[in-house]
């Protein structure tokens, strides 16, 4: 890691106050990259309020939500977002076809509406950095106004976490591979 990884005896009050919200939230723990947003407890305060948002608290299912933050961190090629939400993922019941595909960089057969709309969106939205009339209204049909404000809040975030832990260096756990190439 490129930061000092702090122990709690090492925070200063706001970053243990910080850290003890993290935990005490809906993850109830402190996600992988607050161990370097701590450094900045305003920054880490705001960032994980919002993780915790959209992570549990948008309009999209689980499984759709993690299927915008795998097609997030396949973009990134961000190994601890990927080893995390992959099982995420498959626990809300996305196809392991659907994730495979993703991690082959390959484009996966999508039968639902909502997946085909979120995987294109968020895709088209990395690539292009913009998203098309045909896209954006597609994605409206099946999502909603309020549900594809939400995805962008998710594709943005889960962007930021993405940089975080590539630029500092937050790895998969030791001992576990890294499965994106």
């Known amino acids: 890691m490129r930061v000092k990884d702090l122990t709690q005896a090492e925070m200063s009050p706001e970053q243990l106050s910080v850290a003890n919200e993290a935990s005490a939230g809906k993850r109830g723990r402190v996600p992988a990259p607050m161990r370097a947003w701590i450094h900045s407890p ?8 919002l993780g915790e948002f959209v992570r549990y608290d948008t309009c999209l299912e689980p499984a759709n939500s993690e299927l915008a933050i795998l097609v997030t961190a396949r973009h990134w090629n961000s190994q601890y977002e990927w080893f995390v939400h992959k099982s995420e993922a498959l626990k809300a019941g996305l196809d392991p076809a ?7 960089r390959q484009t996966p057969i999508l039968s639902d509406a909502r997946e085909k709309a979120i995987y294109d969106y968020t895709l088209e939205l990395h690539q292009k950095h913009t998203v098309s009339v045909e896209t954006h209204s597609a994605a409206v049909e099946v999502l909603t106004a309020v549900g594809v404000v939400e995805l962008v809040g998710i594709i ?4 930021y976490v993405a940089m975080t832990l590539n630029a500092f260096d937050i790895g998969v756990p030791e001992g576990v591979g890294q499965e994106l190439t």
Do not use: F, N, P, V
């Not at 305003?42 to 309020?49: G, I, N, P």
């Not at 659907?98 to 082959?104: G, H, K, T, V």
């Not at 943005?156 to 962007?159: A, P, Q, R």
């Open 98 to 104: 659907i994730i495979d595909a993703i991690a082959l």
């Open 156 to 159: 943005g975030y889960y962007t």
């Open 42 to 49: 305003e920054l880490a305060a705001r960032s994980q309020r």
